[in-house]
């Protein structure tokens, strides 16, 4: 095997790996569903106790019921309602086939077998701590974009391009100790604070 083929088999890997974290970290649909599948039997066992109800002659909880149950099926209330009931199922079931977004930003291991992540605040908070360990640092803030990190200095002092090639190497430091997934172009940016 050559070089050149050894490098496309280590990219595919690191790409198979980050799709697999991705899969993994990605928040599914439950609570939503959970809530949906909750008020649509409450809702289906009212309705039943409802209409076994007013089939039986008993008084129902619902005095409109036995008028509802005398519409026939060319009415435009039950055309508009059987129309409502198929938008609504079927946006629900769009719902929950697209994920949601992933919470946490995946973590390069070495195990295929293990997905590790990190939370989005705890990333910029990790990064932020870093930022103010280079000397002549005030204050630092960071902003997560997609494929860049951006990195706000604020400084008393006078230097401004070896402070910026600092903090943008002991952040690029932190972020490959760290092992975070992908490619992040780290910006650096200098603002000065007034005495």
């Known amino acids: 095997m050559s070089a050149v083929d050894e490098i496309r088999t280590t990219k595919d890997r690191r790409r198979a790996r ?7 970290l990605r928040p599914g649909r ?8 909750g008020a649509l039997v409450v ?3 009212a309705l039943v106790g409802e209409m076994v109800c007013a089939f ?9 019921l ?10 435009p209330l039950v055309a508009l309602t059987g129309s409502l009931m198929v938008v609504t199922g ?9 994920p949601g977004r992933p919470r946490l930003i995946p973590l390069e291991v070495s195990d ?3 997905v590790m992540g990190l939370t989005r605040a705890g990333l910029k908070r990790t990064l932020v701590a870093v930022a103010m360990t280079v000397s002549g640092v005030d204050l630092a803030f960071v902003r997560l974009r997609r494929g860049q990190i951006e990195v706000t200095v604020l400084t008393r002092g006078n230097r401004t391009g070896g402070l ?22 780290v910006v650096v940016r200098l603002r000065r604070k007034s005495s």
Do not use: F, Y
């Not at 079927?90 to 697209?98: E, P, Q």
């Open 43 to 45: 809702l289906g066992t």
């Open 164 to 185: 910026l090639k600092e903090v943008g190497a002991a952040v690029g430091d932190r972020l490959e100790g760290l092992g975070v997934h992908g490619r992040h172009e």
């Open 112 to 114: 295929d077998g293990l």
């Open 66 to 75: 036995p008028g509802v149950l005398d519409l026939a099926w060319g009415e």
């Open 30 to 37: 439950t609570p939503a569903g959970a809530g949906v599948a």
């Open 18 to 24: 980050r799709r697999t974290a991705m899969r993994a």
């Open 90 to 98: 079927t946006v629900l079931v769009l719902l929950a086939m697209i």
């Open 56 to 64: 039986a002659g008993w008084p129902t909880g619902w005095s409109g």
